[in-house]
């Protein structure tokens, strides 16, 4: 090929020009492929565009035969047209032929074309299609050609998306009008309808061509500055509470900020003909392609932060704001986000809030604890939500099986509206039950308590009915605030939730971060094994500052009350014992100072590490009441990460090894006349919940949602039959990887809801 080309920013300008035209969309395609022809000096030029089946449809071509137009489609994946819309990246050939994935349509006549560039029509991530020139000639495709095509690809996207071309497409065509259906993971119960409010509103960009490069350029300039300023001024006011960033990332950011890189190909664009914004999109978008492929976790996270301040730099040239203001959220808003921290849920009108969806985020994510708390349905690993979504947009979200549907159908919507109104009958059931005793039918009392940590959560004690809080977590508070909460918060907070449940009994459970619950504004230590490192008690006791404090808050709250407090991770004997010390301690401390003592003080120990179990007579004996925290006890009598997919769901608390386990806790507890309580989830499962209650427990706590259910079950048990027949299945089992299809048929032979 001569070197006659043109370079983009000529191309660029007569591309507006024939976007100004009164023609109609097809017009304007078919006049663009002959433009790029001839500016990139190549013999064909076409547009393909992808349609809702995936398929790849030729919609313009120069060079091609035009009788192929509407009629050539590639199917998803196939030939180099399809390889490169599923790879989202661009392809040089100099003999495409040769290429394992060419196919060859006699119908198009470009057997006599060698080399062949490819590039992807992107937008926001989603891939609309591809455009493509090839020259008969064998040939090498120079970067700067390959960079050319992918900027016109661009201003292309924006005309596919946004422009009248949107007409001209098959029916349903365009990533962003047709329904999708996701499926993730579940974060929180329950089925919400309504309408997608992003929780950072992407930047429409409407002007993508430069009038004049220099000046935007500057412009660009200006806003890079402005941005580097502001996160300058966010690290040194330490202002950590900012949409619940942390210091560390904000490092990154300014690391980022910096990039030569990433800065020299902003520019490039810019110069090569498209505005600022658009010029940061286009190197946005390469970023969103690199992510999308990038398996290492810890690369894609900071292809994400690139992303993160690309939309920054993308609102300050646009000077749009960041966030969606409180009074403008939507009823029924389900808020779409590609991640979020506790406080940025905890800062939308809780009234208005239908659902969340989330790209990343585990079901012990801090803000699914969050989203459970506050009864929002949530669903996460739902990958590129936010890129498929449009501010507005219905959608539905099931978090019972981790599915959304994005803009559904009349019919999809009806089954949704079916379901949720089942659910709200079965939850008015629940309701009825409410002031009912939870007795079973042989006259067992088991007392159903609630698992909390926010004020959020205490209205729910009054909603269900439960007997009390049975664990709160106390570490809550600490991972949604944005720095480490005083003494006095921590003793306000406290105080709040002892207030708010009146006479009934709360149990505080002391610090559990480490492992997977990190403080953002704490210095984090770096471990092989977080789950099994520093963590819990292990900091309390190392520390003691922390825990004294907290414990002093705690004492300080409960002046005059029944108090509760207990333990987590407590490994050995002796680690209680020094807990208990430090309390006994700080008990001096209040007599010294004149201040009221609680009237009762209880101290109980966690039962989640394995060790325990060979000591749990005398953890008995010594401690004033057991609380087994299953979660954990789970996960290290397995050895399966609680938050590992691959391993989470491998074995079953219902098989012989655990049942057998929980059966020694519930014993000692027994024999020593010491109160037991399981609040790990196993206790809020109806199945799990009768399994418990056969082999001795009594009392179980667990999220609010589950006391309808537990409590209709425990109403219609006979634990004396259930306690048999458990027995004996733990006699005699062998060799079976779980006893739930057993307890499954004692469950319905006796007409038990689980
Ligand atoms: C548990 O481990 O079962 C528990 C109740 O505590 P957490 O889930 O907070 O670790
Ligand atoms: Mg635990």
Known sequence: MPTTFGGPRVLLRRLREVMAQPTSPQDKLDRIVVLIASNMVAEVCSIYVQRDDKALELFATEGLNREAVHLTTMKAGEGLVGLIAKEAEALALSDAQSHPSFSYRPETGEEIYRSFLGVPILRAGATLGVLVVQNTATRTYTDEEMEALQTVSMVLAELIAQGGMQALAAPGLGAQTRPIHGKGVSLADGVGLGHVVLHEP?????????????????????????????????????????????????ETFRMFAHDQGWLRRM???????LTAEAAVERVQSDTRARMLRQTDPYLRERLHDLEDLANRLLHILVGADLTISK?????????????????????????????????????????????????????????????????GDAIIVDGASGEVQIRPQPDVENVYKEKARLRARRQEQYRKLRDEPAVTRDGQAIDLKLNAGLLVD??????????????????????????MPTTAEQQALYKAALDMVGDKPVTFRTLDIGGDKILPYMRRVEEENPALGWRA?????????????????????????????????????????????IVQRELAHIDRHDRDRPSGLSLGVMVEVPSLLFEIDEIAREADFLSVGSNDLMQFLFAADRENRLVADRFD????????????????????????????????RPIEAMALIALGFRSLSMTASSV?????????????????????????????????GALKAFAHDHDVPI
């Open 267 to 273: 520019r490039e664009a810019v110069l090569s003909g």
């Open 458 to 483: 205490l209205p729910h004690l009054e909603e269900t009915g439960a007997n009390g809080i049975g664990l709160f977590r106390t570490e809550l508070q600490f991972m949604v605030a944005a720095r």
């Open 653 to 684: 608390p219902l098989s012989a090894g655990a049942l057998r386990a929980l059966k020694c806790i519930a014993d000692a507890g027994h024999s020593a006349q010491c109160p037991v309580t399981v609040c790990g989830e196993m206790g809020g």
């Open 708 to 740: 309808g259910p537990v409590k209709a079950m425990v109403l219609k048990l006979d634990a004396s039959a259930a306690a048999g027949y458990v027995e004996r299945l733990l006699r005699d089992v062998s060799g079976v990887a779980t006893l739930r």
């Open 202 to 250: 992407r930047v429409v960009i409407k002007n993508l061509i430069a009038e004049s490069p220099e000046a935007e350029v500057k412009r660009l300039e200006a806003a890079i500055g402005e941005l580097r300023k502001t996160i300058d001024e966010l690290i040194a006011r330490g202002d950590v509470s900012h949409g619940g960033e942390h210091k560390e990332v904000l």
């Open 537 to 581: 008690i292990r900091i309390g006791l190392d520390r003691p500052g922390l825990l004294r404090a907290q414990l002093r808050a705690l004492l300080r709250a409960g002046a005059g009350r029944e108090l509760k407090i207990m333990f987590p991770m407590i490994a050995t004997v002796d680690e209680f014992i020094r807990a208990r010390t």
């Open 327 to 391: 009074d403008q959220l939507p009823d029924n808003a389900i808020i779409v986000a590609r991640s979020m921290g506790p406080a940025a849920l905890l800062d939308y009108d809780r009234s208005r809030l239908r659902g969340l969806v989330l790209e990343e985020g585990g079901p012990t994510s801090h803000v699914a604890i969050v989203a459970r708390a506050l009864g929002i349905p949530a669903v996460s690993e739902i990958e590129n939500v936010t890129a498929q979504v449009e501010q």
